[in-house]
Nanobody
Framework: QVQLVESGGGSVQTGGSLRLSCTAA????????LAWIRQPPGSQREVVAV????????FYGDSVKFRFTISIDNSKNTHYLQMNSLKPEDTAMYYC??????????????????WGQGTQVTVSS
């Protein structure tokens, strides 16, 4: 059984920072990509950041470039999302996810195979 467990969400004011963590447990075999995906209230899910397990490649959605940083610590089976300069439009449920193949776009949330339970991020103005 595979588990992805997020932590680190919360409430901050505009311009603040938060760091999300996602720890993997169980039999995730050779994920191709690890990601953070968010879903704002009343909106569709959006892939905001992706990293390869080696940490050698990262990808970001346009709305978070230069503000968010994804990283990984394989010794802890954990990947992170450092979020700086937060804006009210960043308010969403944030999920970590793992994609175990190369089928489809890494920016398409439906192609991810494993999901965490989500952690809420709220940014107030």
């Amino acid at each position: 059984q595979v588990q992805l467990v997020e932590s680190g969400g919360g409430s901050v004011q505009t311009g603040g920072s938060l760091r999300l963590s996602c720890t993997a447990a169980g039999d995730i075999r050779s994920p191709r990509y690890l990601a953070w995906i968010r879903q704002p209230p009343g909106s569709q899910r959006e892939v905001v950041a992706v990293i390869t397990p080696s940490g050698g490649s990262t990808f970001y959605g346009d709305s978070v470039k230069f503000r968010f940083t994804i990283s990984i610590d394989n010794s802890k089976n954990t990947h992170y999302l450092q979020m700086n300069s937060l804006k009210p439009e960043d308010t969403a449920m944030y999920y970590c996810a793992a994609k175990v193949n190369y089928v489809g776009s890494l920016y398409d949330p439906t192609t991810y195979n494993y999901w965490g339970q989500g952690t809420q991020v709220t940014v107030s103005s």
